[in-house]
């Protein structure tokens, strides 16, 4: 399995823009994670699914962020319209839960708004 | 999930273990003890977990108190490549809950 893959993994957009984060979990997993990342506040979820579902999405900053899974093997991330403070390194992991419960991560997008 | 309390940062020669230690005293019952490193530019990589006995793998041991409140990672030859930020987590599992980083320890090799 080539574990969690994240495109693009670097962004760098002008303030204003539509940014998508895209993010493809392991076979077989039933949960995915979008995390945040940043020097003043480490490593913040964002939002999870469940099967699919959204469950908690307490962790989204504000409306510009809206975040899909229209199928298990596929979620993605907006953020329209971008601001220079959503500068970050956005992180993608999944777990099967009903395991170990073990999360794998991706790579990460790094993501810079001039 | 319990509150965990770490080191901000420890350093280790290589060659020898590291020992990271970990307090978590308002651990519930059905928790376990995760940790994940954070190489520097990675993604969070799993390390291990336990309840309440002591657990080995091939990248680590978990030592866990009796009372369950402590707990310490231990890399028994700390290579420079271990050079990470190690956090240490506490939560019950199969939960599918997301997992709460807090600061971490900044663990350096030096040679």
């Known amino acids: 399995d080539a574990g969690v893959i994240q495109s693009p993994r670097h962004e760098v957009t002008e303030m204003g823009q539509e940014v998508t984060l895209r993010c493809k979990p392991i076979s077989g997993h039933n949960s995915l994670f979008w995390y945040r990342q940043t020097m003043m506040r480490g490593l913040e979820l964002l939002i999870y699914?469940?099967?699919?579902?959204?469950?908690?999405d307490s962790g989204m900053p504000e409306d510009r962020f809206s975040a899909k899974m229209p199928n298990a093997s596929f979620s993605t991330l907006k953020i329209q319209p971008s601001e220079p403070r959503d500068s970050a390194v956005y992180f993608c992991a999944s777990s099967f839960v009903g395991s170990e419960d073990e999360q794998f991560f991706g790579p990460g997008t790094r993501l810079t708004v001039l | 999930d319990a509150k965990t309390t770490q080191p901000p940062s420890m350093d280790c020669a290589e060659g020898r273990a590291a020992n990271l230690p970990c307090n978590h005293s308002t651990i519930s019952g059905n928790e376990y003890v995760y940790w994940y490193r954070q190489i520097h530019s990675q993604g969070p990589q799993y390390i291990i977990h336990g309840l309440k006995n002591n657990e080995t793998n091939e990248m680590a041991s978990l030592i866990i108190t009796e009372d369950r409140k402590s707990s310490t990672l231990i890399l028994p030859h700390a290579t420079l490549r271990d050079t990470a930020v190690y956090y240490c987590i506490v939560r019950a599992p199969n939960s599918g809950y997301a997992l709460n980083f807090g600061k971490g320890t900044s663990l350096l090799v030096t040679p």
């Open positions: 699914f469940n099967n699919n579902v959204p469950i908690d």
